[in-house]
């Protein structure tokens, strides 16, 4: 079993380059089954995410070159399947999105229900509704959700919650629906947007992705082309992080500062010092002390939701109460039993954390729960004196390209061992 070793205490300082954002790669290659033709696809990050995302598109009979580690070419003109296997399914949430690509193509397709991090409950009811809305016959059972598309059209949706993925599959099923296609209330998150790019650039006709209302215009095929994809909001967060809990200096490469806004306000207001640049972040937290502060996660452009743990940490490092209120899930807070093992001081009551922080951390040896909450250990660690170990790393591989590599440039003690 392999496990990262973190020799921890020591500010960061230096320069990490971030990798495209899973959260776009993983809708943007199942979106690329709707174009019978090659995508090029560039700035995928090299994730185990991508790698499984890869492994089911093949399964349903697309072609797929990986020219370089961060470029895949998919050319899904011959798509002969369309029934997802459950197992390759439960590797993760994003499987979800073949139901919207999948009705795109056939007039049937019966994906599983996806797998993904354990949060609480988490429903597809909207991307079920969605669905409906547009025509289809959805029946759903405990492993498959069938879909019979032979009436694809275009026709209104009123999300009832702000859901990513549902506004993301609802978009991939309407692109080919003949008509127009009126998404209410839908999210506003980059991935959403960079999506929508994607189709565009290859011959839909969406409108509007990046607020609250989206209308498509159904088109009656797409072509292939080249997309680069956006830079990973939540990746450059993580190292944000990790730059401010060590005290450290870091410059943040290859980011879309607009899409940091959110989170570079809190750091602002716990003290740190944030440089804006083009395309880069400057964190740099060992000027002043830091303050500790209130946080709500909510949808884009709010906090990020995947950026609670990471920040839950941060926050443990700064004397004084802080509270997190988590705004998204339900039941994010279980991996915190973990940090407890290091003396962080955190009591959860439902959706509010409220964190004592200040007291010098523990090394201790944590078991990474889910993606997120395994990089908010690793931040833990790099902020904590002596030797601290991680496992369970398949989780952090899941999201987090060449995370070792990329924090021993900027002066970690870290190293993977096959234990
Ligand atoms: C995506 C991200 C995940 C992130 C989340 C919120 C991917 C692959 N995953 O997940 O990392 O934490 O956005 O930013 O992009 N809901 C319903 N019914 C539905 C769908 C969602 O009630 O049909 C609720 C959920 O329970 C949750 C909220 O809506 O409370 C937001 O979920 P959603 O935005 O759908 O998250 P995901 O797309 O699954």
């Keep these: 079993m392999d496990k990262i070793l973190i020799n921890g205490g020591k500010p960061l300082a230096g320069e990490v380059h971030i990798s495209g954002a899973k959260n776009a790669a993983v809708a943007i290659i199942p979106a690329a089954l709707l174009v019978e033709d090659r995508c090029v696809i560039e700035n995928v990050p090299d994730i185990s995410d991508v790698d499984s995302i890869l492994q089911m598109i093949v399964s349903l009979g697309a072609e797929v070159e990986k020219p370089d580690c961060n470029t895949v070419v998919v050319d899904a003109t011959n798509l002969s399947v369309n029934v997802v296997d459950p197992e390759l399914a439960s590797k993760m949430r994003a499987s979800y999105y073949l139901m919207g690509a999948l009705i795109g193509r056939f007039t049937k397709a019966k994906v599983p229900h996806p797998g993904g991090c354990n949060f609480g409950v988490r429903p597809i009811d909207q991307h079920l509704k969605s669905f409906r809305c547009l025509g289809c016959e959805v029946v759903a059972d405990d492993i498959f959700v069938d879909i019979d598309a032979s009436g694809l059209q275009g026709g209104n949706v009123y999300f009832d919650v702000v859901s990513v993925g549902a506004t993301i ?251």
């Design 169 to 419: 599959n609802a978009i991939l099923a309407a692109t080919l629906a003949p008509g127009k296609t009126v998404l209410e209330n839908c999210a506003k998150e980059p991935h959403v947007v960079d999506l929508a790019n994607f189709l565009n650039s290859m011959g839909a006709n969406i409108r509007g992705a990046g607020t609250d209302v989206i209308k498509i215009i159904g088109v009656g095929s797409l072509r292939g082309g080249t997309y680069t994809i956006i830079p990973d909001q939540i990746e450059a967060g993580t190292y944000m992080a990790a730059a401010a809990a060590t005290r450290g200096d870091v410059v943040i490469n290859n980011i879309i500062p607009k899409h940091m806004e959110a989170i570079s306000a809190k750091f602002e207001e716990m003290g740190v010092t944030i440089e804006e640049y083009d395309e880069a972040i400057r964190v740099k937290a060992n000027d002043r002390p830091l303050k500790n502060i209130k946080v709500k996660t909510l949808p884009y452009p709010g906090f990020p939701t995947d950026l609670q743990p990471p920040m839950i940490v941060l926050l443990s490092t700064v004397e004084g109460t802080s509270v997190v209120t988590e705004g998204v899930w339900e039941s994010r807070f279980q991996y915190v039993a973990e940090l407890e093992k290091m003396g962080i001081k955190i009591d959860i009551n439902g959706t509010v954390a409220t964190i004592e922080g200040g007291a010098p951390l523990k090394p201790a040896e944590l078991c990474a729960t889910d993606l997120r909450a395994g990089a908010s250990m690793i931040v833990a660690a790099l902020a904590c004196n002596g030797v601290s170990e991680i496992t369970q790393l398949r989780y952090i591989d899941r999201g987090y390209e060449h995370i070792v590599d990329k924090l021993r440039a900027i002066g970690a003690d870290v190293k993977r061992v096959d234990d």
